[in-house]
Structures are given as C-alpha cells and as structure tokens.
C-alpha cells in the first residue's frame, strides 16, 4: 500500500470518494498476510476467467444463459468451491490464495463472480445476508440470487432466508451492498481467522489498518492491545490498552482491562 494518508484503501475505508475496485481493493486487503503479492497477476488472471466466460457465451444478453455458461465456468471447468472443511482458514478470505487454490468463502468467491460479471458489463452486485453472503444478478428483464459458496445454486427470498437461518429477512438485508460494506466484511473475517490462528502479526496489520481509517474505534485499539501483548511489545501494549480506555470510558470490561494492565506493568518492571 501507499502511504497511511494517501492511500486509496484507506481513502475507501474512510468513506471517502475512491475509484478503487473491488478486486483491487481486496488483493490489497491481501497484501496485509502476503507482502509480495502482486496485484497485477491476480487482476489479470481475473481479466482471463472473463475473457473464457465470454468465448463460451452465445448470447451475453440473455440473463439466464449468461449465469449459466458463467457458473458452468466458474464452478465446473475452473472448480471453484466453498472450502467447508477448513472454513475458517485465512487464506479462504485472501483473494490471490482463492483464485489460487479455487476454494473460499462465501464473501471471496462472491468477490470473484461480482468482479468477472463487471468485467462483461453484467448487472451482479453482492448481498450481504446474515451470516452468509450471495450475489444478485438483475437486469430488469431476468433477476435471481446466486450462491457461489454452494456451486452457483440459484436460489430466491426464501433461498436466502435458509441461508441465513433466519425465518424472515428484511427488505434491506437483500439490498446490494457496496464496495466498501463487502472490503470491511472481509477485514473482520481475517481478523477473526488471525486471531483464532494466534497469528499476531498479521493481526496487528489489519489493526493498523482499520484504526488509521478510524482513530476512534475502541474495539480495535483493545484487539490491537491484545496482538501487542502476544508479540510481547508490552509498553506499546499498554498505550493501546490506555487509548481504549480512554475511547471507552464506561467500558463494561474497564475493571478487568486495567487489572491487565496493572499485570503488564509488574511483568514489564521485572524485567528491568
């Protein structure tokens, strides 16, 4: 990435104007775990899975026949899957690591159908259902929610109910949902599976990332408290602990955070 203040990931997470794509905006979001990614690979490999979309299609006009040359695609010749036998692996929310080993999340795969489909100017936009994540193809003429998790399924309102195990879903939760929602969906997806992994480093990166595009986050100043103090960066532990704190004045967990602290502080003097 570029500099903190100018960057256009963080010009996106800020909610700035930014004419960062998607797929851009997710390899760097990649970059974070994979330092010598190259971007310009991955978008090309994207650019090639359209272009071999759009040879096998008859008619890119025609919604149904589109989706289905681009799922017989995708999820036949090129085999991408949801990986369900290690969901919560890191690498099934890096986009570089998806296109490479053909397995990911719902969000990462979504990502790959809605960036292909922009590609040959076809209406997909991303659906961020409870707990699960789709994409929409809709026309005006031919609309339907696609499940790229589940081998391009088609599926509709009721569909995406089941998914989402809910027994209704509000309007606005089958609304699109923009690129900034679907970039921050998949940053809290990597900090969960970097945490699980103990992966600190890693951690503390998005953490710098999402505080630099919010300084007022408490949450993310204790998770990055937390990352510091297993990296054993303990005086830069406790700073962070003491931002959140003070983010956080009524913190329910305020008594338990500087008793942390106090602990921090004895270990840290020991060692002196």
């Given at each position: 990435m570029n500099g903190p203040e100018t960057s256009p990931l963080l010009d996106l997470l800020r909610g700035r104007p930014s004419t960062l794509e998607l797929d851009r905006a997710a390899l760097e979001v990649a970059r974070l775990g994979y330092p010598a990614l190259d971007p310009a690979h991955w978008i090309a490999e994207l650019d090639r899975h359209a272009f071999a979309i759009a040879d096998r299609a008859h008619?890119?006009?025609?919604?149904?026949?589109?989706?289905?040359?681009a799922n017989a695609y995708l999820f036949g010749e090129?085999?991408?899957?949801?990986?369900?036998?290690?969901?919560?692996?890191?690498?099934?929310?890096?986009?570089n690591r998806v296109l490479e080993s053909k397995l990911g999340l719902p969000i990462s795969l979504s990502v790959i159908y809605i960036e292909i489909a922009r590609r040959l100017a076809k209406p997909v936009s991303g659906v961020g259902l409870p707990g699960h994540f789709v994409v929409r193809y809709d026309d005006g003429r031919f609309s339907t929610f696609i499940d790229p998790f589940h081998g391009g399924a088609l599926v509709d309102a009721a569909g995406c109910c089941q998914l989402a195990q809910l027994e209704t879903l509000d309007e606005d939760m089958l609304a699109p949902v923009?690129?900034?929602?679907?970039?921050?969906?998949?940053?809290?997806?990597?900090r969960?599976?970097?945490?699980?992994?103990?992966?600190?480093?890693?951690?503390?990166?998005?953490?710098?990332?999402?505080?630099?595009a919010d300084p007022t986050g408490a949450d993310e100043h204790k998770q990055r408290a937390v990352a510091l103090m297993q990296l054993q960066r303990i005086a830069e532990s406790l700073e962070a602990f003491e931002r959140y704190l003070e983010l956080s004045p009524g913190a329910p967990d305020r008594d338990r955070i500087q008793e942390q602290m106090r602990s921090l502080a004895f270990w840290m003097a020991s060692r002196n």
């Open positions: 008619d890119l006009s025609d919604g149904a026949r589109f989706i289905q040359t090129l085999g991408l899957r949801g990986n369900q036998d290690d969901y919560y692996n890191a690498d099934n929310s890096c986009l923009d690129t900034r929602s679907i970039v921050l969906r998949m940053i809290n997806n990597l969960r599976a970097y945490f699980a992994g103990r992966d600190s480093e890693k951690a503390l990166r998005l953490l710098d990332l999402l505080i630099a």
